[in-house]
């Protein structure tokens, strides 16, 4: 199994972290947001409830495949081939995905459908954290 780091400190490394799962040339969310003072108050807006720019933690947790909440489609385009490319993957070299602490995706909508299509019972998931919470 490929060894993450147990927690991410700091939104900048939440965002490193989203980036490095976007495909070379692909605008990731991590991308749009610091190019764009619409993405950061869009963003501000998404992670109000979760206060994601100060939260500064994203603990890994592992979590009922269940229970987690699909991401909103204006901000996730389907990408099959992006998602077949996931299918290759052995289940336990799956990256996490990023959720919040209501569970509902931020960014791995694709890595979550695969995990879905595989029959996983549970998904490694970064949970971003309010400052109360760690």
Do not use: W
């Amino acid at each position: 199994m490929i060894e993450f780091k147990e927690m991410l400190v700091g939104d900048t490394e939440i965002m490193n972290y989203i980036e490095s799962m976007s495909e070379p040339g692909e605008e990731s969310f991590a991308t749009y947001y610091r190019q764009y003072q619409e993405a950061f108050e869009m963003l501000n807006q998404m992670f109000s409830e979760q206060n994601f720019m100060t939260a500064h933690t994203a603990k890994l947790e592992t979590v009922p495949i269940e229970d987690i909440i699909e991401g909103d489609p204006d901000y996730n385009r389907r990408n099959f081939k992006k998602e077949a490319g996931f299918m290759d993957l052995d289940p336990k070299t799956i990256p996490p995905i990023v959720v919040n602490s209501k569970l509902e995706i931020e960014d791995g909508n694709h890595r979550y459908r695969v995990a879905k299509k595989l029959g996983l019972k549970t998904l490694r998931c970064y949970v971003i954290q309010n400052k109360t919470e760690y």
